[in-house]
């Protein structure tokens, strides 16, 4: 049984930092394409960064230079550092495991978690 879950989140000043973490089991975390992904109340889920198998790492625009994807193979846990948060960044925050990540869209993405609150005040 595959299980992705997600923890670290809270509630954090603008300019503020959090780090996310997934535990993943149930599948090999990088024999995957592992993402990041986000939904605001009111608005759609968005890819926020993901790692493919040979370990490249991509961002969506609004995230480069302050947020930062990484795993550790030996533990099977994906990370997301996050950096100089701001209002706009308050979502929930999912984990996800595709077997293919062409598009880096939200439908190739087979397996989630249930998701963690990033709350940033302003």
């Known amino acids: 049984q595959v299980q992705l879950v997600e923890s670290g989140g809270g509630s954090v000043q603008s300019g503020g930092s959090l780090r996310l973490s997934c535990a993943v089991s149930?599948?090999?975390?990088?024999?995957?394409?592992m993402g990041w992904f986000r939904q605001a109340p009111g608005k759609e889920r968005e890819r926020v960064a993901s790692?493919?198998?040979?370990?490249?790492?991509t961002y969506a625009d609004f995230v480069k230079g302050r947020f930062t994807i990484s795993q550790d193979n030996a533990k099977n846990m994906l990370y997301l550092q996050m950096n100089s948060l701001v209002a706009e960044d308050t979502a929930i925050y999912y984990c996800?495991?595709?077997?293919?990540?062409?598009?880096?869209?939200?439908?190739?993405?087979?397996?989630w978690g249930r998701g963690t609150q990033v709350t940033v005040s302003s």
């Open positions: 790692i493919r198998k040979n370990g490249g790492t």
């Open positions: 149930g599948l090999t975390s990088s024999q995957y394409c």
């Open positions: 996800a495991a595709a077997v293919w990540c062409v598009f880096q869209s939200v439908g190739e993405y087979a397996f």
